[in-house]
């Protein structure tokens, strides 16, 4: 005997199949857009509870701020600056109640990057995001172009080099690159403008693996450490 087929039972697995389609079309659309929101976590592993400021690196003005506990607390000791926008930042924290401050060194966040940062048990802040080689970024707030080049110290050899152009052709408040995966050394920064002899050098420096150092030519036309 041929079995009956409810048709009710059809029209409901039917309204199942379009929901379930529904959803999978949904949640796909908005994995998407959370691919391109950026975002800067730190936590606190010292006993003091912190001010914590997101600030840009033109102006040094305040994007975002929460405050995080001691190391103590166990619930509120991290804390996220969530859809940051593309663009040159640094961290600043400050300790409840003191004057005592830290402050990360720039740097750029990229469109649907994550960084970290921790603030360990004397008070420094420190950026996870770092791998074991080290970075260099230069900055150029002078009106003219500049070759940058990264050298060693002990030999005066040139290890990379990049061009930075007048940030005030494009309207910017600075033009930006940096020298990723730098072995461990003594180096330093020499920044002249194409076509002429004269140069400037910064300080020589010990770049440890995982460190990130930031430099800026001013409008004098000096590289310096930040």
């Not at 079995?3 to 994995?31: Q, Y």
């Not at 040159?88 to 720039?106: A, F, L, N, P, W």
């Not at 940096?178 to 020499?190: P, R, S, T």
């Not at 002899?197 to 430099?215: A, K, M, T, V």
């Amino acid at each position: 005997m041929k079995e009956m087929i409810n048709p009710d039972s059809k029209i409901l697995k039917f309204t199942a199949f379009v929901l379930i389609l529904l959803l999978l079309i949904m949640t796909g659309g908005c994995s998407s857009d959370d691919d391109d929101e950026s975002s800067i976590s730190v936590c606190n592993f010292d006993n003091e509870d912190y001010r914590v400021e997101l600030r840009r690196s033109s102006d040094h003005s305040i994007v975002s701020a929460f405050d995080i506990d001691s190391v103590l607390d166990v619930f509120d000791t991290c804390d996220t600056f969530e859809d940051v926008e593309e663009g040159r930042y640094y961290i600043y924290i400050k300790e409840h109640g003191s004057d005592e401050s830290d402050r990360s060194v720039s740097f750029y966040l990229e469109e649907g990057e994550y960084r970290s940062f921790t603030i360990d048990s004397t008070g420094t802040l420190g950026d996870d995001s770092i791998g074991d080689e080290g970075v260099v970024s230069v900055c150029n707030y002078d009106n003219h172009d500049y070759i940058v080049e990264l050298r060693r110290d002990s030999d005066n050899s040139v290890v990379d080099s990049f061009d930075l152009d007048d940030p005030n052709f494009y309207e910017v408040s600075g033009d930006c690159d940096e020298f990723d995966d730098v072995d461990q050394g003594n180096y330093y920064i020499a920044v002249y403008e194409p076509g002429s002899d004269e140069e400037s050098r910064s300080e020589p420096f010990y770049l440890n693996g995982g460190e990130y150092e930031y430099f800026i030519i001013d409008d004098d036309g000096d590289v310096e450490k930040d």
